[in-house]
Structures are given as structure tokens and as C-alpha cells.
């Protein structure tokens, strides 16, 4: 492995760490009981809104729990997987495949909520980051 990867890769775990905190305090908010101020400043940036809506679940799983799954996962490939040869290409298709769903999410806040969610658009930064790290850590890995 190119040291540059190293590098990259190390910022990908750190940035995917991030996700999942952000992932697992927007998942506590999907099932607190009460609003809380914590993110919700108004109509249109408002957690609660955003983490309670018809949209914050797919198939009966919180949107928030795939979150967490996903980010663990481009955590594990970035770590603990780094190593073996296909890494570059799952954790480039996981990032990917995340950063697709963030901006399916983003759409739905957008034009049929009508409402931001910070912790969302946190995450949308996240995964945006983390797939532009995980294409240089493919093209350098074809490089090598």
C-alpha cells in the first residue's frame, strides 16, 4: 500500500468515526420522546421534524440506524481491512453508495419536508468527503 494511502485512509476512519457519532445522536433524537432545542432553531432547520418524519425510516429501520451501519462499515474497511487488495474498491462503492442515499435524504429534506436537518447535512459533508478520499484512494491504488 502507497504511504499516501495510509494517510487517506486514516482521515477516512476519522471522518467515518464522525459519521457514526453524528449518525447515533440522530438516531437517539428518531426515538426521544420529547422535542428538545438541541438542533431545531425553527421550520425550516428543525431535527426533530427531519428525524420524526414519514421519511426517517426505510422498511420499518431508522434512517439514522443505516447511518450508523454504513459509516461503521467504511470505518472497518478503512482500518482493519486496509490491507487487503479490494479494499480500495469497497470502500469506494460503500462511499458512494452512501453518498447516493445522503443525497436522495437531501432531496427529501429539500422539496418534500421543506425542513434542514444540521445532523443530516453534517453527514451529507461527512460522506461527500469521505467518497472524494475514497476515488484518490482507488486512483492510487491502480497507480501502485
Known sequence: ??????????????????GVIVSAVSLQRHYAKSATAFCDFNQKF?????NRSEYST???VPVAAIGVAGYAVLCVLSTLWRMRAETPNRLLGAALA???????????????????CILCLVSLILISLI?????????????A
Request: aromatic share 8%.
Open 1 to 18: 500500500m502507497p504511504p499516501a494511502n495510509r494517510v487517506l485512509l486514516a482521515v477516512i476512519a476519522v471522518l467515518a468515526l464522525g
Open 46 to 50: 428543525s431535527c426533530d421534524i427531519v
Open 58 to 60: 426505510l422498511m420499518g
Open 98 to 116: 452512501g453518498l447516493a442515499f445522503a443525497l436522495y435524504l437531501t432531496y427529501i429534506e429539500a422539496y418534500e419536508l421543506m425542513t434542514w
Open 131 to 143: 467518497s472524494v478520499l475514497a476515488i484518490a484512494v482507488k486512483l492510487k491504488s491502480a497507480r
